[in-house]
């Protein structure tokens, strides 16, 4: 029933910039809440940024001052803009979300996910 789909990875060079996509179904009308992990392959997934259903962030120390997520209701998703990126920024983007109210940035606190974009940051 609940659907995610990410869109927007692709490979960019060191200080570039790259927007995120994620679109949700499924969900209705309840409230909602939505993150981004990344993974890079043999290394354990990590929360990136993640967003309440009103609308209030939450970011990783590394993704202060360089990311932003936002949301995007009339797609019911979100969006991650990253800037100024980083060759260890490198890595599986995920998007992640569940019914309820906001908890933290733990994969264990989401029970919904996507595929995974890649993002390749070269130096």
């Known amino acids: 029933q609940v659907l995610l789909k990410e869109s927007g990875g692709g490979s960019v060079q060191a200080g570039g910039s790259l927007t995120l996509s994620c679109a949700a179904s499924?969900?209705?009308?309840?409230?909602?809440?939505m993150g981004w992990f990344r993974q890079v392959l043999g290394k354990e997934r990590e929360g990136v940024a993640g967003i309440d259903g009103d609308g209030r962030p939450t970011y990783a120390d590394y993704a202060k001052g360089r990311f932003t997520i936002s949301k995007d209701n009339a797609k019911n998703g979100m969006h991650l803009q990253m800037t100024n990126l980083k060759p260890e920024d490198t890595a599986m983007y995920y998007c992640?979300?569940?019914?309820?109210?906001?908890?933290?940035?733990?994969?264990?606190?989401?029970?919904?996910w996507g595929q995974g974009t890649q993002v390749t940051v070269s130096s």
């Open positions: 499924g969900f209705g009308a309840s409230t909602v809440y």
């Open positions: 992640a979300a569940d019914r309820g109210w906001w908890q933290s940035l733990r994969e264990s606190a989401f029970g919904y």
